[in-house]
């Protein structure tokens, strides 16, 4: 028996997944939430989900950040994405905070159903648009050709932090003040979605930059 859980704000969406489970041989789907946070007070430890379908735009607490909490606190449970978004950053956080399957909301009910099969059994369900995604953003030939968001002056920048250099450093190598070494730090952090400088060191060693 597979125990599979969902947490949709779309009603209808929610419970036509929930329904549809409860009526295949070999699955209930008991755990039936509107947000992280509903899912959490009325999780008891002596009764989980074995997977979980997951909306990534939730109200309150996001998808992501869910997943990261539900995996610190339930790392038994596996968590499937189930959402509109394909892009690669999206797909690229999901997998980060630990989801091990990622359906498209245009997935048919029984491919749904697949999935979870394919995923109690050890596998990663995904929509094809997303194992392509996947495959792009790990492939080398990817990695080069994808534009990069920073501008000319701003990699030279990030050159300078992966190189450890302070602000001072950086403006005296760029010949630039360092309030333009300021400003382009904020431009960067912004363009990239990161709040501080290892994790812009992080993306440029991981060649993401």
């Known amino acids: 028996m597979i125990s599979a859980g969902i947490i949709e704000d779309d009603d209808q969406i929610r ?5 549809y489970l409860n009526c295949q041989a070999g699955f209930r789907c008991d755990w039936s939430f509107n ?3 509903s899912f959490l007070i009325h999780l008891r430890e002596d009764n989980l989900p074995q997977v979980l379908i997951m909306d990534l735009g939730l109200p309150g607490m996001s998808g992501i950040d869910g997943m990261k909490l539900i995996k610190q606190q339930h790392p038994q449970i596996d968590l499937v994405v189930f959402s509109v978004y394909n892009d690669p950053q999206k797909i690229f956080d999901s997998l980060c905070a630990g989801a091990t399957g ?3 909301k245009t997935t048919p009910l029984d491919e749904i159903k697949s999935g979870l099969e394919l995923l109690v059994n050890g596998g990663s369900p995904m929509s094809p648009q997303i194992a392509r995604k996947v495959i792009e953003f790990f492939s080398p030939r ?3 050709e994808a534009p990069s968001p920073l501008s000319a002056k701003e990699r030279e920048i990030v050159v300078g932090l992966v190189d450890g ?3 001072k450093l950086i ?3 760029l010949r630039i003040s360092i309030e333009t070494v300021r ?3 904020k431009s960067i952090y912004r363009k990239l979605h990161v709040h501080g400088k290892a994790e812009v060191i992080a993306k440029s060693l991981r060649g993401e930059i």
């Open 15 to 19: 419970k036509s997944i929930q329904d």
């Open 165 to 167: 250099l302070s602000y």
């Open 102 to 104: 990622y359906l498209l």
């Open 183 to 185: 400003f382009h730090i």
């Open 35 to 37: 947000s992280i946070e």
């Open 142 to 144: 990817g990695k080069r």
């Open 171 to 173: 403006a005296d190598r």
